[in-house]
């Protein structure tokens, strides 16, 4: 089992940007592919980025694409997603979530699919 915690979110203007991280305790990192996730209000969480075990492959979302980077740091347990060009549209609670598997360049995008989530934290972005 793998225990996720987020970190980073808070309030900014549109245009700028914010870097969440997922810290990962428990299992070993390494053994699963990562996503980050995002759920607005009234609306069902929905997919935003993607990497895999390795790192060196990753998928994201049309609407963040561009302006947003997942990325992993295997030997420190953490996932970030780096956020830039921030609009009011990207306001929503941010979750990371933990996918175990035995292939390295797996990227997976499915919410289902995912074991473990964070607590999520909020990101909102004001016009």
């Known amino acids: 089992q793998v225990r996720l915690v987020e970190s980073g979110g808070g309030l900014v203007q549109a245009g700028g940007s914010l870097r969440l991280s997922c810290a990962a305790s428990?299992?070993?990192?390494?053994?699963?592919?990562m996503g980050w996730f995002r759920q607005a209000p009234g609306k069902e969480r929905e997919f935003v980025a993607a990497?895999?075990?390795?790192?060196?492959?990753?998928d994201y979302a049309d609407s963040v694409k561009g302006r947003f980077t997942i990325s992993r740091d295997n030997a420190r347990n953490t996932l970030y997603l780096q956020m830039n060009s921030l609009t009011p549209e990207d306001t929503a609670v941010y979750y990371c979530a933990a996918k175990g598997g035995k292939v390295l360049h797996i990227i997976v995008v499915g919410i289902a699919e995912y074991d473990y989530w964070g607590q999520g934290t909020q990101v909102t972005v004001s016009s």
């Open positions: 990497v895999s075990r390795n790192g060196r492959n990753t």
């Open positions: 428990g299992r070993t990192f390494s053994m699963y592919a």
